[in-house]
């Protein structure tokens, strides 16, 4: 736990132990299909308030740190089946490129991302959505990236929400903070979803 991480507030803070490509700090949250963890093929919302400063001059173990996963993962270069929400892109070469990416599973309609650079240490809400076939990334309330997927089920069962890191937080090790996690199963109407982006905003004071 960080003190006065965001906006004076106490948040989750996660680092990269030097670089050091085989240990790293990872929250995990247990598969349960009793706790709404198995989402299926309907809608949710996730939204995340955090901050992060990967080093994309580095490899990917560096260059990309993993916000949340809910997804049958097999390693790096290899897509997920389930949800992802990446700060920078994973890249085939060296230096990925900065931005963000949602995914729920390998198919090309099932990812977005976007290019816009937000690995500067500044916080934000970052929030990924799905509403019948329409999938979102959205940052501080607008939608940056949007696809019309697939509609895949995503329950990823047997796989437990990884947050900060991937594998065994061995990669995709975030170097930042998170302030505040809310997640949704099923659809969430606008008027809800303005007021919990409100709410988080205001007490975050995020853009």
Do not use: C
Request: hydrophobic fraction near 40%; charged fraction near 15%; aromatic fraction near 8%.
């Amino acid at each position: 736990m960080k003190a006065n991480a965001i906006n004076k507030l106490s948040a989750l803070h996660f680092d990269q132990n030097g670089g050091n490509v085989n240990t790293g700090q990872m929250l995990t949250v247990t598969d349960n299909a009793d706790t709404s963890l198995q989402w299926g093929t309907g809608d949710f919302f996730v939204a995340v308030v955090g901050d992060f400063d990967n080093n994309t001059s580095g490899t990917q173990n560096t260059g990309v740190g993993l916000f949340y996963s809910k997804a049958v993962f097999g390693g790096i270069n290899t897509a997920p089946v389930g949800l992802y929400l990446y700060g920078n892109l994973p890249s085939s070469t060296v230096n990925p490129n900065a931005g963000m990416i949602f995914s729920t599973s390998n198919t090309a309609n099932d990812f977005v991302t976007t290019k816009t650079a937000y690995n500067n240490g500044n916080a934000h809400l970052f929030a990924i959505r799905r509403r019948g076939a329409a999938i979102d990334l959205l940052v501080d309330g607008a939608s940056v990236a949007n696809a019309t997927s697939n509609t895949v089920d995503v329950s990823a069962v047997k796989s437990n929400v990884r947050i900060g890191a991937d594998g065994d937080a061995n990669f995709y090790r975030l170097d930042g903070d998170i302030g505040e996690i809310l997640a949704v199963k099923g659809t969430l109407s606008s008027t809800d979803e303005a007021g919990l982006t409100s709410y988080l905003k205001t007490k975050w004071a995020t853009p």
